[in-house]
């Protein structure tokens, strides 16, 4: 028998103010058909005044224990990917425990942009298989137009604000390809590639919350690059060929990358099109990006 992490819940939340293509190019130089040819966006979500990345996340935490049909009481572990916390510190977990009224376990931040929900059911897949806890909520929540330079039509129309959450929980399972749950994972970063997509702020070098900024061309290309090896090294993990599960064939992959790339990945509330792409045996391959980034994750789809 193996202790596998199994997702048993999932739910998600986005503000209810809708921004639309058309909205942006009153604002900035650029048009539906330019923003919908290049991303495939046609409207984002953004927060009220006064609505916090945690208010965010307690709404998607709510949805995911509702769809998980267990109570909050039961969860023992809370990580938020969020690269927007409320406060510096105390961690935005930990104002989402309170919310939910859970007063054990632990909660903490993770923070990895665009890819921070893939580090973060990483992380929560290794310490549920350790055995240190039983059952986690796991939440990527963003306000990101809170960094955004509106008037930088290269970034303004890319990024929004939303949460989602899964209910994650152990469970002995066969040890075999019929398992359900993280199969395995792959996590990369290049540090040089930094100055690519980063926020010009910060309380250590600024003092200011700072604005995003974003060389668009080549965060595309070093990830459309770096995305297939990854996948191919997933699906070796558990095939031993690299062409099989998930549909992770050189050519499938290219397509995902090159159509869907900047719409893709759970990795991330402000990304809303797809979650990942399914192979024909119920696989399924969780992409996230980011400037330093790159992270690939293969589950199984549930029933």
Not at 89 to 106: N, S, W, Y
């Amino acid at each position: 028998m193996t202790l596998r992490s199994v997702v048993i819940g999932c739910g998600y939340y986005l503000p209810s103010r809708v921004v639309t293509n058309a909205e942006l190019a009153l604002r900035v130089d650029t048009s539906d058909e330019w923003i919908v040819q290049r991303t495939g966006i046609h409207e984002r979500r953004v927060a009220a005044d006064g609505e916090l990345t945690s208010d965010l996340a307690i709404h998607a935490a709510r949805a995911a224990l509702a769809h998980a049909k267990v109570d909050a009481s039961t969860i023992d572990l809370i990580v938020v990917a969020t690269s927007t916390a409320d406060q510096t510190f105390p961690a935005t977990a930990v104002t989402v425990q309170a919310g939910l009224g859970i007063t054990g376990g632990a909660a903490f931040d993770l923070q990895a942009v665009c890819s921070g929900f893939v580090y973060g059911l990483t992380t929560v897949d290794a310490l549920l298989r350790a055995g240190t806890f039983k059952r986690a909520l796991l939440i990527g929540a963003e306000t990101f137009s809170r960094l955004l330079d509106w008037t930088d039509r290269t970034t303004c129309v890319l990024f929004g604000d939303g949460a989602g959450a899964v209910v994650v929980e152990a469970q002995e399972l066969s040890g075999t390809r019929e398992d359900r749950g993280v199969l395995t994972s792959h996590l990369r970063s290049d540090g040089r590639h930094r100055s690519k997509l980063y926020v010009d702020g910060g309380p250590s070098s600024t003092q200011t919350v700072g604005h995003l900024r974003m060389e668009g061309r080549e965060v595309f290309k070093h990830a459309v690059a770096n995305c297939t090896d990854v996948v191919e090294a997933a699906a070796r993990d558990r095939s031993g060929q690299g062409r099989h599960h998930g549909g992770s064939s050189r050519k499938h992959v290219r397509g995902i990358d090159s159509a869907g790339f900047m719409r893709c990945g759970c990795g991330s509330a402000h990304q809303t099109r797809r979650s990942g792409a399914a192979g024909s045996d119920g696989r399924r391959i969780y992409l996230g990006r980011g400037n330093a980034a790159m992270v690939i994750l293969v589950g199984q789809t549930g029933n």
